[in-house]
Nanobody
């Protein structure tokens, strides 16, 4: 299987930046794409960004386009989410996910492996 561990969450003021990391281990060779999702209290988990591990193609939610950047380091089996110009509405638990079969999917159902999540809190 594939294990995912997120890091880099924390508290920041509006306008600030954070970089999340997701380290994959185990049978990483079966992973085709990775993504970031987030879930705020009382809300459903929503797509944030995704990347194809082979081609590097990306997808972003409209709400984060121009502010967030997803990238990967295949040698380190790590995916990053650089978050700039953070807003209070970005506050959520951020989850890393890995997909076998989909490259830059935007829906939770296409991801088979999930991390435990890391909290991001943006204050106004």
């Amino acid at each position: 299987q594939v294990q995912l561990v997120e890091s880099g969450g924390g508290s920041v003021q509006a306008g600030g930046s954070l970089r999340l990391s997701c380290a994959a281990s185990g049978r990483t060779f079966i992973v085709d794409g990775m993504g970031w999702f987030r879930q705020a209290p009382g809300k459903e988990r929503e797509f944030v960004a995704a990347i194809s591990l082979s081609e590097g193609s990306t997808n972003y939610a409209d709400s984060v386009k121009g502010r967030f950047t997803i990238s990967r380091d295949n040698a380190k089996n790590t995916v990053y989410l650089q978050m700039n110009t953070l807003k209070p509405e970005d506050t959520a638990v951020y989850y890393c996910a890995a997909s076998r079969g989909s490259t830059a999917a935007t829906t939770t159902g296409l991801y088979q492996y999930w991390g435990q999540g890391t909290q991001v809190t943006v204050s106004s």
